[in-house]
């Protein structure tokens, strides 16, 4: 993602330092407050967390709709991935059809096909050419 960072002059945040709780750590809320692009990672522990569907989720389709923002889910192995964002197109996709970054060869050769289409889907959004 330091590639799209440095192309795009974005920062990226993560929250892989929060812990869980029902209640949406203030931290995160601050870092979806202030975020227009949203790279989810989509695994089977993504798509079956209850904090991911009551809070996460709902507040970053809150901030999509409130800033257009863009929100890109990457899908790391076979999982239920369509359910999320009502139908938002994800990547990585190979012949038009989503080929989970585990099922790659060589998942850096995955992690980079994202990393394009991820290029691609930010320039289109927001009008910037694609390199």
């Known amino acids: 993602m330091v590639a799209v960072e440095r192309r795009f002059g974005l920062k990226f945040h993560d929250d892989t330092d929060l812990t869980g709780g029902a209640v949406i750590d203030p931290r995160l809320q601050a870092m979806i407050e202030q975020a227009e692009v949203f790279v989810l990672l ?3 522990a993504f798509v079956a967390s209850g904090y991911v569907w009551n809070v996460e989720l709902p507040a970053i389709e809150t901030r999509r709709l409130t800033a257009n923002g863009l929100v890109i889910p990457v899908v790391l192995e076979g999982c239920a991935h369509d359910l999320i964002g009502n139908g ?4 990585p996709r190979v012949d038009g059809r989503v080929k989970p970054i585990r099922k790659w060869e060589q998942i850096g050769e995955g992690c980079d096909h994202a ?3 991820i290029d691609k889907a930010i320039g289109h959004h927001y009008g910037v050419p694609a390199p």
């Open 115 to 117: 990393r394009q289409q």
């Open 88 to 91: 938002l197109q994800a990547v």
């Open 42 to 44: 989509a695994s089977r």
